[in-house]
């Protein structure tokens, strides 16, 4: 069974600082990956997919990268606003299932 | 696009009481999807469709869950009777299928209905 890790599961950043989010995942064989933000009280928005076969996904300031064989993707968020603070959750679709195997998710807070 | 709806967004009932969860997934979406978040458990994935029929409800806690899909714009979850346990936000998601286009397989997900059984 897929299991998806998120480290750490708290990060507290100075408005303006670049940062990384973390997701591993133990199956390398894998559909695809997304990366979700989550407001308080609210539903799961999508911010990024990247498909197995490519490496790394841009939307704005935000960069998510994939790594098959280590089972780690990572999403990068450039110049942060205290706009961003959330949760942030990755999610893997393993190869030939339609299941989502969501982590536990890394809440973001950006201190203005 | 109006994305995925469900309601009610927020359900208060007692213990014993049945209650029922509605989606509209996106028009065109083949597969739809019930999750349950809790702080302790996260998103557990209760059951999906493909247009229409269940293909795993795995998930689904306990027999006193179930799910419906009676056409491509409608389904429900149902518990009956309802337990505090069962105290949750229930989401509905759905995606495209393959085409022959390919499979791009992006989720999008409902605000979610959050239900409090005292």
């Known amino acids: 069974k897929q299991e998806v890790t998120q480290i750490p599961a708290a990060l507290s950043v100075p408005e303006g600082e670049n940062l990384v989010l973390n997701c591993s995942f133990t199956?390398?064989?894998?559909?695809?990956l997304q990366w979700f933000r989550q407001d308080p009280g609210k539903g799961l928005t999508s911010l990024l997919l990247?498909?197995?076969?490519?490496r790394e996904q841009t939307s704005g300031r935000l960069n998510a990268s994939l790594d098959k064989s280590s089972g780690r993707s990572t999403l990068y968020i450039a110049a942060s606003q205290p706009g961003d603070s959330a949760t942030y959750l990755c999610?893997?679709?393993?190869?030939?299932?339609?299941?989502?195997?969501f982590g536990s998710g890394t809440k973001l807070n950006v201190k203005p | 696009d109006a994305g995925v709806i469900q309601s009610p967004r927020h359900e208060v009932t007692e213990m014993g009481q049945e209650v029922t969860l509605r989606c509209k997934p996106i028009?065109?979406?083949?597969?739809l999807f019930w999750y349950r978040q809790t702080m302790m458990r996260g998103l557990e994935l209760l059951i999906y469709?493909?247009?229409?029929?269940?293909?795993?409800d795995s998930g689904m806690p306990e027999d006193r869950f179930s799910a419906k899909m009676p056409n491509a714009s409608f389904s429900t979850l149902k518990i009956q009777p309802s337990e505090p346990r069962d105290s949750a936000v229930y989401f509905c998601?759905?995606?495209?299928?393959?085409?022959?286009?390919?499979?791009?397989?992006?989720?999008?997900f409902g605000e979610g209905s959050r239900l409090t059984v005292l």
């Open positions: 469709f493909n247009n229409n029929v269940p293909i795993d």
């Open positions: 998601a759905s995606r495209v299928g393959p085409s022959g286009q390919g499979d791009s397989g992006e989720l999008f």
């Open positions: 199956d390398s064989a894998i559909y695809n």
């Open positions: 028009s065109g979406h083949d597969y």
């Open positions: 990247i498909q197995s076969s490519q």
């Open positions: 999610a893997v679709r393993p190869f030939n299932f339609n299941k989502f195997y």
